[in-house]
């Protein structure tokens, strides 16, 4: 909603953001689905190829906004190098699709928290002054760090916490989920603001 209200205003980077918010929910919704159709075994399907599908995009789509958002060279290859890495371990544990994506979630987690404090020193560091609470890619990258900052333990242990168990620590994904989105909101809100220097 916020994109579509604000799309005139978004430069090309938020409207990646847009696009990734716009697959995004398409996979939430298709996980919810399948998480609530039971089949005539009475079990729900098994929706961890879909996640492993969902890590893969995540990682295309974050990589090529970071590396567009950095001017430092240096940072662009980091970038470019730590991407290729994720990917490499992403692929590998995708040889698994039925098993919940525990370390592929959390290489992409550790991935995008040096990506988004990469860019919060860039952010830090301009060369003149700007207000960084009014720039929608403050927000987005706000958004990135709370995420993956919140999940990454999760993402760790969720293999081995026990199914019983799972659905309380749904409930940290469902809140952690709506706080992002809702700094997304404001980020892809936020008119475009001068950052040359």
């Not at 403050?138 to 993402?155: D, T």
């Not at 749904?170 to 603001?193: D, E, G, H």
Request: glycine share 2%.
């Amino acid at each position: 909603m916020a994109a579509a209200y604000n799309y005139k205003r978004l430069d090309k980077l938020m409207r990646l953001l847009a696009l990734f918010l716009l697959i995004s929910t398409v996979f939430d919704w298709s996980m919810w689905l399948s998480y609530h159709f039971k089949p005539n075994t009475g079990h729900p399907l098994n929706t961890n190829p879909v996640l492993h599908i969902f890590v893969t995009i995540s990682i295309i789509f974050f990589s090529l906004i970071y590396y567009n958002l950095f001017r430092n060279s240096v940072l662009k290859i980091i970038t470019l190098v730590l991407a290729i890495a994720t990917m490499s371990i992403v692929l590998f544990y995708a040889r698994h699709p039925l098993e919940y994506p525990s370390v592929s979630n959390t290489a992409s987690s550790l991935l995008l928290i040096i990506l988004s404090l990469s860019y919060f020193y860039q952010l830090l560091n301009p060369q003149t002054f700007v207000h960084i609470e009014k720039q929608g890619l403050f927000w987005f990258n706000s958004g990135v760090l709370f995420y993956s900052a919140v999940n990454i333990f999760l993402f760790m242990l969720f293999s081995r916490i026990p199914d019983k168990d799972k659905p309380d620590y749904y409930v940290i994904f469902s809140i952690t989920n709506i706080i992002t989105n809702l700094i997304y909101t404001v980020a892809l809100l936020c008119k475009p603001q001068n950052t040359d220097g």
